[in-house]
């Protein structure tokens, strides 16, 4: 229910938008016919002038017409800049009502980020085409969307941080034309950052330069008063006629040493784009003060604090800027610096202060990747408000020892649309605890295995998750569910499968404080009934007695036996009907062995020979 007001919500406000973008398209062509009416208008009426031998009042329509154009310019730049930024944030929303009806062909990747999916994120659907990573991630860098992927995937397992992580996205929550800023300012801004590259260009500054530079400057800066003070005590008639001596040493020493001031224009250029490009996004976590926000206050700190803000250092490199713009002018440049040496000095000034970024920017740069994956998961919060932040625990109980358990109730899958959306309760624990499922095909296992996994990621990631409750301890995940063979690397689909098991009783055995919690879908299915059956019975057995819990689907229906024989073992299994020559699933898990199978009358319903007293 609350979903369906979000979507309503969502789409009366894009056709708000609609309507706004709709009147600024009709002003935008309202203001290039009256320009070019005016235009055409002005240059007119100032030739009949002319022609007529009206020359005042042909230069004053001639010119009164430029400052028409311009004023007209100006208000028209204006309404384009409205109009651009109207239809990005049109796009932010009609991507976020394709997010939340899950339309995949409408979802936009805005960093354009792409990843090689690992084992788990194949399994679960964290990456990839229609995955969890595509329908969460909002990031317009690639770095903030590697965290988001990194979060996902590898989580940082502690508590602490998991916690501090679900309060920041709570706080972010609500804080919707702040999240939205963020990805306005960096579409607007027509330029995807590449913060690597930006870090070592600022950072390739050599420190012996700097010191040649520095050396150089005073010695310009002593023969410019010397030689100053030569041409002042020339005028006065004070001293005789040292002065070009003084100037041409000065001017010697000045442009035989240019190799040490070459492309300081260019420096401080590049220098105001690449901060240029980022000022828009900057502004907008400047702008916002948090003051109902206290733990994203703490994080935006740097942006805060008035000289590590990046619009106080941007300050200085436009003034360093207005300075240069003398530089097109070469008379007035040349009587600068025959003053004083200013390329020596600005030179060494962009050198400070392209130390001082280099200190700095590491720092924004990682609060702005951590708040784009952090508005990545509280965006998918507000698009999700029936879903719920799970309790996690340290596993730890009173008396010292160790437990482990996940404990859900109406579970469901986040990807799967929410008309087709089967929600289960389910309990997994103490430590060692092994649930067995059963179930015929296409009976939900694979899938029921994957929404567990899927949620415990999202909460690992400080996300919420698709229940009504979640309570888990903390732990690591693994997965088995989507293996494939390798073609070019000659592995079969079972030698595939044998490998991936093997690194889970590998992970089981490390001396670690956090259970295994492990997810195994139709276990040894690569292989013949009989050496399936023994495999399978010898490799839960052996996970019985390890560091860790989990679930293991099966077709195999004497496989439910072991759990007369390990006590940490219990069945659980999933059903179906047929009515009619119409199979039917619910899709809910139900406890004890399945007391059915289906692939005979699969079969059989799709006409293929069937001998009936076999």
Known sequence: MKQILREKELER???????????????????SLIRLGVFLAGIGLSIILFTLNKGLPSAATFFLCLASLLIL???????????????????????????????????????????????????LNLLGEESLHLLLDTATSKEGSSLLRQ??????????????????????????????????????SGKIFDGAGMLAWIKKESVEKEKKLKL???????????????????????????????????????????????????????????????????????????????????????????????SFTMKKVNRIINVLLFRNNPVIWFLIIAVIPLDYIYALELGKLKRKISLLLPEWLEVWYRLEALSSIANFAYLNPGYIFPRITKGIINDGNKTAYLSVQAMGHPLIPEKRRV??????????????????????????????????????????????????????????????DSVTDGISYFYAEVKR????????????????????????????????LIGSRSFIKALAGKNGFGAVTTHDLELTKIAEEISSAENYHFRETVSENIMKFDYLLRQGPCPTTNALK???IEGLPIEENF
Request: net charge positive; glycine share 4%.
């Open 13 to 31: 406000v894009i056709e708000k938008i609609g309507k706004v973008n709709s009147k600024l398209l009709a002003i935008d062509r309202r203001f």
């Open 73 to 123: 310019s100006v208000m028209h730049g204006k309404v384009i800049q409205k109009l651009k930024f109207y239809k990005v944030v049109l796009w932010i929303k009609q991507s976020n009502l394709a997010r939340l009806k899950l339309d995949w062909g409408n979802i936009r990747s805005y960093s354009s980020a792409s990843f090689k999916p690992e084992f788990k994120e194949n399994d």
């Open 151 to 188: 979060w996902l995937n590898e989580p940082e397992l502690s508590v602490e941080k998991i916690r501090e992580k679900q309060e920041l996205v709570k706080e972010l929550v609500h804080q919707v034309k702040f999240r939205e800023s963020l990805i306005s300012s960096a579409l607007l």
């Open 216 to 310: 150089l400057t005073s010695v310009l800066s002593v023969l410019a008063a010397i030689n100053l003070l030569f041409i002042v005590l020339y005028i006065m008639h004070i001293i005789p006629g040292y002065w070009p001596v003084s100037t041409l040493l000065y001017f010697s020493v000045y442009y035989m040493n240019q190799k040490q001031v070459e492309g300081i224009p260019e420096e401080t250029d590049i220098l105001k784009k690449e901060l240029g490009s980022l000022s828009r996004i900057f502004n907008a976590i400047e702008s916002n003060r948090f003051s109902k926000s206290p733990r994203l206050k703490d994080l935006c700190r740097p942006f805060l604090r008035e000289e590590t803000r990046p």
């Open 423 to 484: 929600r289960n309760d389910f309990h997994l624990g103490p430590l060692n605890r092994i649930n067995l499922i059963t179930g015929s095909n296409m009976s939900g296992k694979s899938t029921f295995l994957r929404t567990i996994g899927i949620n415990t990621a999202l909460g690992l990631a400080g996300a919420p998750v698709d229940a009504a409750k979640m309570e888990f301890c903390l732990l690591r995940l693994f997965t088995c569910i989507k293996v494939s």
């Open 501 to 532: 098991l093997k690194k889970l009783l590998e992970l089981l055995e490390e001396e670690n404080d956090l259970p295994v919690f492990f997810l195994i879908d139709e276990i040894f299915k690569g292989t013949n009934n009989v050496e399936r």
């Open 602 to 604: 699969i079969m059989k």
